[in-house]
């Protein structure tokens, strides 16, 4: 993001002819910095094989797909379509790991019959895919007994959480395996998401290779995503050069006494995509009660959950006025629901300072590349928008503003007799 003539440019170009040329709202990507996201991540490690599977459930855009294939990630995949997507852009079907979460069988036969690699995070499925397959070889997920995330909600590790099989039901795994002649080639875990602090990333690298030193024949260990990125101010990035290095040396004393090189996975969404993100929308109304001053945006919950779903924040900015005398406002939304503002906060709702806002402003919501249009919905009826890859100065449509007759597709229009 730059700042020209107190305009804001994103990848090379204003945002009022961003938005001109692709009307409001706008989801508008930088190519650029998922690059160099995914270069900054690679390097911090060495000494170790290391595979980055991109967790695509963060941003599933072909485009978005593509700038990753072409950095050389594979693919973290959650559901059948996923994988299905993955395949379709050109990522090899053993590039793609699918970790689906209390699944039927049906949906890791979908797998196979592509050749997509599998991954099962429960005993009862651990049986089901023993007695379909039997002598094949298998990965699993564990719950390695810690967890942490930037909500409740996002904690995917420790026992509250319903995530992969827990860490002290090892013999259960080696009886099925036993049962079915099966071959355990991989141990996986993913602890939560939006993590700053490397304690718990490395605290969950031991639990789970301690959980993989029970098995003889692996061939990888998955650590999950999780890395997270700074969206207050307040907040320092993850080191990632310091905590990819303590992995990779962790990794290797592993690979040492367990006697055989295995490769190490990981699973980076947020990290990758979420910093490249901006919203932008215009102002349609300014509005002052007791308590706040509101602009009133063409958007809201509908394409930008986080903030009303985790109280997460997001910074926000006057993308046509970016100098000026800075006044706190509640960013609102047109959703008729009073939750529907951009402000919240894990303290509760916090105005943000913003330049003198007037109607017709272009108003941007920072870091949303991740978990930002992925959950958005048509709620209200109202269209998902349009997004854009800006890349070398150009700005390309990666995803058509949505219009009624997508939102009426699939509803049935005859009564009932
Ligand atoms: N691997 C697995 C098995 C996962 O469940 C996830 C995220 C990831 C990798 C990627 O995590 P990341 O590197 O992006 O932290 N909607 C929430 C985030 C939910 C993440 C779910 N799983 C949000 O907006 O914060």
């Known amino acids: 993001m730059e700042i020209i003539n107190k305009i804001m440019w994103l990848g090379g170009i204003s945002v009022e002819d961003l938005m001109e040329e692709y009307g409001s709202p706008l989801y508008v ?39 990753l294939l072409e950095e050389g990630a594979w693919i973290d995949a959650v559901s059948p379509m996923e994988a299905q997507l993955a395949l379709d852009v050109g990522f090899p079907p053993e590039h793609i790991l699918f970790t689906g979460n209390n699944i039927p069988l049906r949906e890791i036969e979908y797998c196979l019959e592509r050749k997509v690699s599998i991954n099962i995070e429960s005993l009862s499925l651990l049986e089901q895919y023993g007695q379909a397959y039997p002598g094949e070889n298998v990965s699993i997920r564990i719950n390695p007994g810690i967890g942490s995330g930037h909500h409740a909600h996002c904690i995917t590790g420790g026992p509250k ?17 036993h049962k079915y002649n099966l071959v355990l080639t991989g141990i996986h875990s993913h602890i939560g998401t939006g993590i700053l602090d490397p304690k718990p990333m490395l605290e969950a690298l031991e639990m789970t290779v301690a959980s993989a030193s029970q098995f003889s024949n ?18 320092s990035p993850l080191k990632v050069e310091d905590l990819g290095q303590q992995i990779s040396n962790s990794f290797q004393q592993f690979c040492e006494k367990y006697g055989k090189k295995l490769d190490l996975k990981i699973e980076p969404g947020r990290f990758l995509v979420g910093s490249s993100g901006t919203m932008l929308a ?18 809201g919950f509908n394409h930008l ?41 894990p ?34 009826l109202r269209p998902r928008p349009a997004e854009v890859l800006v890349k070398q100065g150009r700005a390309h449509l ?16 005859s009564n009932p007799e």
């Not at 099989?165 to 099925?176: N, R, V």
């Not at 215009?282 to 509101?294: A, L, Q, R």
């Open 29 to 67: 990507y930088e190519d650029e910095i998922i690059r160099s996201q995914y270069r900054q991540l690679y390097e911090s490690f060495s000494g170790i094989t290391i595979q980055i599977h991109y967790a695509m459930k963060a941003n599933p855009n072909p485009a978005i797909l593509k700038v």
């Open 161 to 177: 959480s319903k995530f992969g099989i827990y860490h002290d039901q090892l013999e259960q795994i080696h009886q099925i395996l």
């Open 218 to 235: 692996l061939q990888f260990i998955d650590i999950g995503g999780g890395f997270g990125i700074p969206y207050h101010p307040t907040q």
């Open 282 to 299: 215009t102002v349609n109304n300014i509005k002052k009660t007791p308590e706040y001053h509101f602009i009133g945006i063409d958007s």
């Open 305 to 345: 959950l986080r903030p009303a779903l985790y109280g997460a924040y997001h910074r926000i900015c006057n993308a046509s006025r970016m100098e000026g005398d800075e006044v706190p406002v509640i960013v609102a939304g047109n959703i008729c629901e009073t939750g529907d503002v951009f402000n919240h906060t």
């Open 347 to 380: 303290e509760g709702l916090v105005a943000q300072p913003l330049s003198s806002v007037q109607l017709g402003d272009r108003i941007a919501i920072m870091d949303v590349g991740a978990y930002g249009m992925a959950m958005s919905s048509q709620y209200n």
């Open 398 to 413: 990666i995803r058509k503003r949505e219009t009624y007759d997508d939102l009426m597709r699939g509803f049935v229009m």
